[in-house]
């Protein structure tokens, strides 16, 4: 099975960019530091359907972790299974997000039905830490936009475009 961490950007940026004399850039590393948090509807281990692309029907999202922080509200992190992400060079087509982070309303206006709850928590320890260690951001579109968005920064890495 292929995974597929989510691009860092395609994500709303937390950093900002400082501009060095001659023209360098240089990241200034003061993320936010999320804080655990719990939300009355989202809990990790629940597994949902969404509303997901035409051709991923059986495709399920599983929360991992809720947290906040204060300029972004609640954070749900969550893992996509079931997807086809199209490779146009016929190489390996990813079939699961490990790691994605999005807003809480945009996880509301996504999901459809609870499937599971008190599921396992799936490792999502490297998908997490990379997004802390680039000071991430969040998705704020729906799911199903946020894979299709994927599956055009995965394409574009062996410089091609999909025909939807």
Known sequence: ??????????????TMLIFTP???QKEQRHCPEPQAAEDPKFHPGQVWEYHTRPREKKSTLTILKIESIPQLGVIVHIRVDK???????????????????????????SVVKLVKDHSDVPNFAEGYAEWREDCGGIYTISVAEAIQAGEEVFNNHFGCKLKN
């Open 1 to 14: 099975m292929n995974s597929f961490i989510a691009p860092v950007a395609l994500i709303v940026p937390l």
């Open 22 to 24: 001659g023209g360098v």
């Open 83 to 109: 997807i086809r992400l199209r490779n146009c060079s016929g190489g390996p087509e990813p079939d699961k997000f490990e790691h994605m982070p999005f807003s809480r309303d945009a996880i509301d206006r």
